[in-house]
């Protein structure tokens, strides 16, 4: 019988821990799986093959600097170039979720790929184009843990997304749209689905203040069951080309319509400090729902901590 080698695969998350690698976590089952020995890495140690993960640029994090003891190092993720993919074997293996204990009981994956809109702030569109294609069961990657967190991009836009709505609804597990929800692909049936998915908060966006969306908003508001604002959660988009006063007026026509606006800054580095401002005002809720006006604002108000 030929003897079959155990590869020393040693694993480096380049962000670090605060958030799970979901393409580390497929790589570490499919490789135990194989009968492989699999860890994180160790500069310690020598492997045979180690996998960098990195998701983001320089804009937000450094890439690894240290050295890597290893006959063979594979990067990938957004962070290293857009065009790198998993093999299919490895995609559609289920998550070694004991890579990451600090968050078990939570399930993470995608159901779908894609998104048409083609946003300028956003690579989604580029990394894996603008048909929108369900890309894997629930079942795939979901076995009974007590939180869902999807990754999908823009579930909406998938033609089949009714299905996959009603799979979420079926769990009777508490689902996060984490990248949140086209509010303009809201219709009276989804709105329905939506309904009967368990969530703690909702998430959608307005990014482009010269398109109106409060129709939109207003339409999801009437179909809607959830009725506490703080369960309706709007990510702003600023510093994008948008003035402080088109900012100022998206925040302010949410929270009239009873949403949750959440201030998010392009490029943080090169926010001007009204921008800053507008951000710590709305983001820290306590002071949000006292100070009503953001000229009264003040950035030293002893209600709470602006700490940037």
């Given at each position: 019988m030929k003897e079959v080698r155990i590869i020393g695969i040693g694993l480096i998350d380049v962000y670090g821990h605060n958030w799970p690698n979901l393409c580390l976590m497929k790589l570490s089952a499919y490789h135990k799986a194989r009968g492989d020995a699999v860890e994180w890495y160790d500069r310690k140690g020598w492997y045979d093959l180690v996998y960098l993960s990195r998701v983001f640029t320089d804009t937000y994090s450094k890439d690894y600097q240290g050295p890597v003891n290893a006959d063979c190092v594979i990067k990938g993720g957004t962070g290293y170039n857009l065009t790198n993919r998993l093999?299919?074997?490895?995609?559609?293996?289920?998550?070694?979720?004991?890579?990451?204990?600090?968050?078990?009981?939570?399930?993470?994956?995608?159901?779908?790929?894609?998104?048409?809109?083609?946003?300028?702030?956003c690579i989604v569109s580029q990394k894996e184009g603008r048909r929108f294609v369900a890309v894997a069961e629930l079942s795939e990657f979901w076995d009974g843990q007590k939180e869902i967190k999807l990754l999908?991009?823009?579930?909406?836009?998938?033609?089949?997304?009714?299905?996959?709505?009603?799979?979420?609804?079926?769990s009777r597990t508490y689902v996060d749209f984490t990248q949140g929800l086209d509010i303009r692909l809201v219709t009276e049936d989804n709105a329905a689905l939506l309904?009967?998915?368990?969530?703690?908060?909702?998430?959608?966006?307005?990014?482009?203040?010269?398109?109106?969306l409060?129709?939109?908003?207003?339409?999801?508001?009437k179909w809607s069951r959830i009725r506490?604002?703080?369960?309706?959660?709007?990510?702003?988009?600023?510093?994008?080309?948008?003035?402080?006063?088109?900012?100022?007026?998206?925040?302010?026509?949410?929270?009239?319509?009873?949403?949750?606006?959440?201030?998010?800054?392009?490029?943080?580095?090169?926010?001007p400090p009204e921008t800053r401002r507008l951000q710590r005002w709305v983001n820290n809720k306590r002071i949000f729902h006292t100070v009503k006006d953001f000229a009264d604002y003040e950035p030293n108000w002893k209600g709470g901590s602006h700490a940037d």
């Open positions: 093999p299919d074997a490895v995609e559609h293996t289920r998550p070694d979720s004991a890579l990451y204990p600090q968050f078990a009981g939570t399930s993470y994956g995608f159901l779908t790929r894609g998104c048409p809109r083609n946003c300028g702030f999908d991009a823009n579930l909406l836009a998938c033609p089949d997304h009714g299905r996959l709505l009603q799979q979420l609804a079926d309904n009967r998915v368990r969530t703690k908060t909702l998430h959608f966006a307005w990014d482009n203040p010269q398109e109106d409060l129709p939109f908003f207003r339409q999801f508001d506490d604002s703080r369960r309706r959660r709007v990510y702003v988009l600023t510093n994008f080309g948008s003035t402080h006063e088109e900012d100022l007026y998206r925040v302010e026509a949410l929270r009239s319509l009873g949403f949750d606006p959440y201030v998010m800054i392009y490029e943080r580095p090169s926010a």
